[in-house]
Structures are given as C-alpha cells and as structure tokens.
C-alpha cells in the first residue's frame, strides 16, 4: 500500500492545474499553424467535432480511471490500468502513461527555456529596430552551440538546465507547488493573453506597411474562420485535427490519471473535466486564433501567412511585429507574448512530471524531493541530445533531429496508441456499466446518456482510424487514389511519412539516393544515424521503465504473499 497520501488543496486548484496541463504551448503555436495548413475554416469543423466525441470521452474515461486507480493507491498508469483488467499486460501499457511523459518533457522544457530567454531579451530590448531577416536568423544563432546571442558561453543550455531546475523545484514541493504554481500561471497567460487578443482584433487594417499596403488583420481572421464545408470528405484534415485534439488535450499521456487519483472518491470528476477542458478549447480556438494569425496577416499579408505559417514564427516572426508597436509597447508585447508562453508550457511540464513521481513514491518508496530530482535528472539526460545534436542546412536553418524525433514517436504516436489502449480497456474490459457509474459518483452535472455509447464505439473506432490511417498513410495524402490503386491492382502506395516507411527512414533514403554532392550525402548519412540513435534512446526508455514496472510489480506480490501468512 502506498504512503502517499497528498491531495488537492483546493477544487479551484485542481481544476485550474487540470487546465494549466492542457493548456500549453500547442494552443498558441501549434493549432493556428495547423489551421493555416489545413485551409483555415477547413479545420475548425473537423476539430470541433472530434473535441465532441474523442477529446471530452476521453476527458472523461481518463479522470474516472484516475479516481479509480486513487481509490486504491495507485497515482500511476501502469498499475492503475493493472487494477481494471485481469490481464497482466495491462500494466505495460500503462508505461506509455510514465514514458511519454518523461520523452516529451525532455524536449519541451527545451522549449520553455527558449520562452525564458526571450523574455529577456524583450525586456532588455534586443529586437528593437531588428529587421524580420535579423530576427529569424537571432532564432537560429541561439539554437546553435558555439554561438551566443548575449555572450554567455553555451547559451540554449545554460537556459534550458535554468529551466528544467525551476520545475524540478516547484515539483519537490509536491501538489501544493503544482497548484500554487496553476494559480499564477493560469491567471497571467488569460491576462496576457487577453492583451494581445485584443491587439490582434483591433489592428484591423492599421497594420498596413508600405512593403504590404493590402495587409489586413481581418483577412487572418476571416479565413481561419470562414467554414468550409468540402472539409469533412478530407480524411487528412480528420487526421490533423484529431492529431491536434490530443496535443492540446494532454490526453493519452497519463498526466489526467495522476492528477485525478488524488481527488476524493465522492468528488465530482466529470463537471470538472469538462471545466478544465473547455477552459482549454476557449483559450485554444478564441485566445489561439486571435494573436499569430491576425497580427503577421495584418502586416505580412494572408498569402505570406499561408506559405510560411510554421511552429517557428512565434521566436522568428513576432519579435519583428510587434517592434511595428513602438519601442516601448513592443517591448511589453514581447514580455507578454513570450511570458504567455512560458506560462503555458511550465503548467503543463509540471504535469508531466507527476506520474513518475506517483510512481516511484507508491512502489519504492521514494520521498517527494527524491522522487522530483529523480525526475530532473532524467529529463536532463535525455533532454542534453534534443539541445546539442542538430546540424545546420546550407540556408543556416538548425534542424533538431532530437528534438524531432521525440516528438513525433513520443508527441503522437504514442498518444494515440495509449489512448486507444485505454479506451477499450475502459469501455470493453473495465466495462461500460462500471466505468459509467464511476464517471457519474459524486456528478455534479448530468452527463447525457448519448456519451455512454460515443465511449464504447465512436472514441475507439476513431482512434483506432487515427492510428492506422497514420500507419498506411497513402501517397500524398490522397487516399481516393490509393483505394482506386488498390482495388485496380496496383496496390497500396505509402507516404514517406507513414510510420511504416518512417521506420525504414525511406524519405531519407531517398534524398540521399538522389544527392550528388558528397558533403549532402555525408550529412544525410549523420542525420541517419541520429534519427536511428533518438529512436534507440526511446526504446531503451520504454524498455527501463517497463522493467521497473515489473520489478514493483514482484515486490507487489511478495507484499502480498506476506499479508497473506
């Protein structure tokens, strides 16, 4: 039996650190880009109604494990999903609830520490007077080692252990420390996002330059807006837009699980996950849609939007436009724009480290300060390589191989696999007439029955669609041609990027196959190797976490035998 015994200060705390999970740096960086590349209006419907019948069943099915994994002790996903299927297998499933966690915590305070470091630089001024080629090319003197944008030797890493200590600290102070730090965090980032939100829908056609006299902020706005209806025949935007609701969500991660286990077992779970998940859908499609896209289409113009939309901007972009402001608004913009940031992406790595916290706490015993610097310490040996391998292209863009890597297979795939998992253990092995009466115990609200039967075969047959619509992604995304192939005789064409070719490094391959210049296809042959090395230091996780589970696990059985003489 575990001895950890904290729990949730406040409901408003618990709600507000639920929200600060979900709420993160995919709101503001990642779903605007993947509005624009889905064509705008496209996406908004598909991902409207995937946030209906994927990302609440799953809120849902995800706090009612959590709560009912708590009620026995376990704040972990291996032995909470151990506690609602016979089988032993569960359990190692239940890694991917600890190893994703640990994976994109890696990279992500990465990330945050990019945040940290540019608000210093808005509030000493550097961008001021900057042009937009200075600014992106700043972006990319930062990322490399070697070079200093302030003359601090190895710069990205020095922020990024400042970072990863600032979270390890607030993690040694337990639940309190994450909820104290909801409180502020949640609160400024709606504060500062409501700031440039506004700026963002007043701008109008003031943003006109004499480089883009059409610019016009509204174009943003009208087009990421403007519903289009031939959407929902597309399976690709489908794909990105349930690819998004998982981002967002922090769903199928295991991070909900932890933090519902903690709660009381009469407590309302499901009033409060639909809170903290509309909490998020507001911050996500109304503070989201209102900053990156109008502010650059009000200056740059919607066509430029279009073509160079990407998860770079934010660093690359929005320095140059909010210098446009003035030098002394500019500078608060940039404060609130990347504090915003920071803000979103703290809340949400705190969370990622609870569940190896819960675990090593509930099965060896550790303290909350051990188990928290445990957690540190992790994540800085496999985040080092997402900070210092990288190799820079001819036009002196740093391509983050790690970074890269650990995104995809630990960001998304992984994800979607866990969740799948746990969706069918719930509904199909758990049970739906038991996991709808724990989801409804303590209710606060009355959950329409018509959900009861999205969870047991809407939200799994779409992930399982999810998943290997991913796995055998056609040739160019063009999935009428791949069936007419395959029923003609011509077989199934597979994109580059479907896992199955993804795997075999085949885009890569390719490139390389088809390079002249011997200093291209050494690099090629580097950055195989590095794909192949990211890919091993994953595994090996999954692998080290697995075998500890199953180390607790036997200690679990002798507990049990003894209790039992």
Known sequence: MSTNKEAWGSRIGLILAMAGNAVGLGNFLRFPVQAVQNGGGAFIIPYLVCFVLMGIPI???????????????????????????????????????????????????????????????????????????????????????????????????????????????????????????????????????????????????????????????????????TPQFDSLSNPTVWLAAAGQMFFTLSVGMGTVHCYASYIKSKDDIALNAVSAGFMNEFVEVVLGSLIVIPIAAGYLGIDWVKENAGFGMAFQTMPYLFDQWGSVISNLAGVFWFGLLFFAGITSSLAMGTPWMGFMQDEFSFSRKSAAWSFGLIILMFGLPTVLIYQVATNGVVDQIFFNEYDYWAGTMSLVVFATAEAVLFAWIFGMKRGWAELLSGSDMKVPVFFKYVMMYVTPLLLMAVFFGSLFLPQGGDWASAFSGLFSGNGWQLDNNSIILMLQNTGLKETMAAASNPEEIARLTQKINYVNAARGLLVSLFLGISILVYIAYLKRQKNLKTETI
């Open 59 to 225: 809120l849902w099915i995800e706090w009612s494990m959590g709560r009912f994994g708590g009620k026995g002790g376990n704040h972990s996903t291996p032995f909470i999903l151990d506690t609602m299927g016979k089988a032993r297998f569960w359990k190692y499933f239940g890694v991917f609830g600890i190893f994703t966690n640990i994976a994109v915590a890696s990279y992500y305070c990465y990330i945050e520490s990019w945040t940290m470091s540019y608000v210093f630089h808005s509030i000493s001024g550097t961008f001021t007077g900057m042009e937009q080629g200075a600014v992106a090319d700043f972006f990319n003197t930062y990322l490399t080692i070697g070079k200093s944008t302030t003359g601090i030797p190895y710069e990205a890493v020095v922020f990024y252990v400042i970072c990863l200590a600032l979270n390890t600290y607030i993690l040694s102070r337990g639940l309190k420390g994450v909820e104290r730090a909801a409180k502020i965090g949640v609160p400024m980032l709606l504060i500062f996002g409501a700031f440039l939100a506004f700026r963002g829908l007043t701008l109008g056609t003031d943003g006109a330059s004499a480089m883009h006299p059409d610019s016009n902020a509204w174009d943003g706005l009208n087009f990421l807006w």
